[in-house]
């Protein structure tokens, strides 16, 4: 079992539309977790950090339940410019701040 | 202010030759890691140096090693390339004291034949 799990998606989406995706983690030692967007052939760009009391940055929403064990995204009145894939990442309380990924979520808003 | 630059940006080796990556971090970042993204999965932890020292290292073998030198850039060299070799490469910097928020350069696509 991986330590971090996405639903690989695709999610296809028209315009205007919320999505949401979550991510599990294992380990209950994490401890920072963040989500990152990747457009096709790029490198991973930061979105947002994930607080336990949950968090919004304009459209998109983050939350964070330690119980449970998972983490979720929630984008409200999508854009054709959304369609990426959405990384969910994980570190432990090492101090290094190693970065466990999902295999991520791929998003197509469509027209 | 730059952000990470990674180079070359693409590269083409046979089966069994060496390379070397080179990444430069954001300004005022001390501690660069490096992640293998193979086509459809998420990037995979390599290494983490900082302060010119290899700090944690993931699940991969000798044949990946690195540096880091006294201005904070970084070189990872892998030998004897196999076809599962071939990845985007990705280097990330960050400020170790500023909570782990990690910054990642565009990557090198590195094709093996």
Partial sequence: ?111 | DAGVTQSPTHLIKTRGQQVTLRCSPKSGHDTVSWYQQALGQGPQFIFQYYEEEERQRGNFPDRFSGHQFPNYSSELNVNALLLGDSALYLCASNFLSGGGKQYFGPGTRLTVT
Avoid at chain 1, 55 to 75: H, K
Avoid at chain 1, 94 to 105: A, E, L, R, V
Wanted: charged letters at 20%; glycine letters at 6%; one cysteine or more.
């Fill in chain 1, 1 to 111: 079992r991986k330590e971090v799990e996405q639903d690989p998606g695709p999610f296809n989406v028209p315009e205007g539309a919320t999505v949401a995706f979550n991510c599990t983690y294992s380990n209950s030692a994490s401890q920072s977790f963040f989500w990152y967007r990747q457009d096709c052939r790029k490198e991973p760009k930061l979105l947002m950090s994930v607080y336990s009391s949950g968090n919004e940055d304009g459209r998109f929403t983050a939350q964070l339940n330690r119980a449970s064990q998972y983490i979720s995204l929630l984008i409200r009145d999508s854009k054709l410019s959304d369609s990426a894939t959405y990384l969910c990442v994980v570190t432990h309380s090492s101090g290094t701040y190693k970065y466990i990924f999902g295999t991520g979520t791929r998003l197509k808003v469509l027209a």
